[in-house]
């Protein structure tokens, strides 16, 4: 295994900035400020209305976190695509550009969980006028809808990056094996939300941790250099 070098360094912190970042937002912000539960009971439009409304400022608090997630999405884009791009560049480039889809589709969700929190504090000020609730509810959606998307597209990333990591053996074989099957049950679940099936805990378990323990394993062992066949 190659020294850790600046390149290294770079490509591990930037999967330790998506995983904080994402795993901030998604475990603890987003949950408390709409009170959403990735698998929990579903909640009305109203209740998620009535949760943002009380957590104002957590709400643009996450909407914050999300725009360094989405900075983030990008800077690890950038990286793995300098890591793996001698190997397959095509491939290599249309991973990043995936990326990049990505982080677009997170900023549609940050502009529609703003509205949502206009129109929330709009819904209660004016005594829950029934036209707001159907808009609020299709803002809501188009939330839920991007935010798979965003998932979806990274997903479909990283199968291609951790596969071409896997051939160029610039991290430990197993644990690129790690990360491409974990991130393959997470393109299944979210594939199952997509269609309106609930995908099961264990699809996205798998692959949790991998990004917290990939960036410690490069930022202490570094990447091995780019091998070409």
Known sequence: MEPTDNKSRLLGLAFLVQFISSFTSG???FPR?????????PLSINQIMANIVRNAGLLRLDILVD???AAGVIFLGAMLYSTVRRQNEG???TAFGLYVLSAALLAVKMTMLYALLFISRQFFAAESPASLGPMAGMIYE??????????LAVGLSLTIFYALLLKTRSVARPLAIWGLVGILGVIAGVTLGLLGTEAPFFLFAVYAPFELVIAIWILTKGVRKERTN
């Open 142 to 151: 188009v939330i839920e809808y991007s935010a798979k998307m965003h998932s």
């Open 67 to 69: 725009f360094i997630t």
């Open 91 to 93: 491939m290599a480039l």
């Open 33 to 41: 400020a709409t009170g959403v539960q990735a698998f929990g009971s």
């Open 27 to 29: 475990v603890f912000m």
